[in-house]
């Protein structure tokens, strides 16, 4: 028999966790996006975590870091209950399920705290994911990063409102 797979946990995002989170964004970008972007692209952007000011989009709003036998594998980072501005899983567990898990405790808070709307840039690599999601495109984007030019799109989801769910029909 196929030993089964062990469950992803969720959690806060504690300050020790910084160092793991960001190798977890490198492997991340390196070998989760290669079919979009090229080798120096995805060189430009993983080398935003040696940025010292990227840990703190970690502690500017809501960070949940999903973790398996206690150790982080995934964190998505939600700023003012709208943005989701950082998501991001290791290679490793990719297509587990952890995105997807991340994702909806997310959309389960942002809603539960009135939010009408989540809004996030996504990776042409992430954009499938979020489109099975309920996101709609807004605009395409160019972002410079070093001597590089990447593109992703804005993307956004309007949200039940959480009184409107609860009443019966």
């Known amino acids: 028999m196929g030993q089964s797979l062990p469950k992803p946990?969720?959690?806060?995002?504690?300050?020790?966790?910084?160092?793991?989170?960001?190798?977890?964004?490198?492997?991340?970008?390196?070998?989760l996006t290669e079919e979009d972007y090229s080798e120096s692209q995805r060189e430009a952007w993983a080398a935003k975590a040696d940025d010292e000011s990227f840990p703190l989009r970690f502690t500017k709003g809501l960070t949940l870091v999903a973790t398996m036998e206690g150790a982080p594998v995934?964190?998505?980072?939600?700023?003012?209950?709208?943005?989701?501005?950082?998501?991001?899983?290791h290679p490793?567990?990719?297509?587990?399920?952890?995105?997807?898990?991340?994702?909806?405790?997310?959309?389960?808070?942002?809603?539960?705290?009135?939010?009408?709307?989540?809004?996030?840039?996504?990776?042409?690599?992430?954009?499938?994911?979020?489109?099975?999601?309920?996101?709609q495109p807004q605009r395409r984007n160019t972002v410079p990063l070093g001597d590089e030019w990447l593109g992703n799109t804005t993307m956004e989801k309007r949200?039940?409102?959480p009184e409107e769910q609860r009443r019966p029909s």
């Open 9 to 31: 946990g969720l959690r806060p995002f504690l300050p020790a966790d910084v160092p793991l989170l960001l190798e977890i964004f490198q492997a991340s970008v390196e070998e």
């Open 159 to 161: 949200l039940a409102d």
């Open 74 to 89: 995934g964190f998505i980072a939600l700023h003012d209950n709208e943005l989701i501005d950082l998501f991001y899983v």
């Open 92 to 135: 490793d567990v990719a297509g587990q399920g952890v995105g997807a898990m991340l994702y909806d405790a997310v959309e389960k808070l942002a809603t539960a705290r009135g939010s009408k709307r989540l809004v996030a840039d996504v990776s042409d690599t992430a954009r499938l994911f979020f489109e099975q999601r309920g996101f």
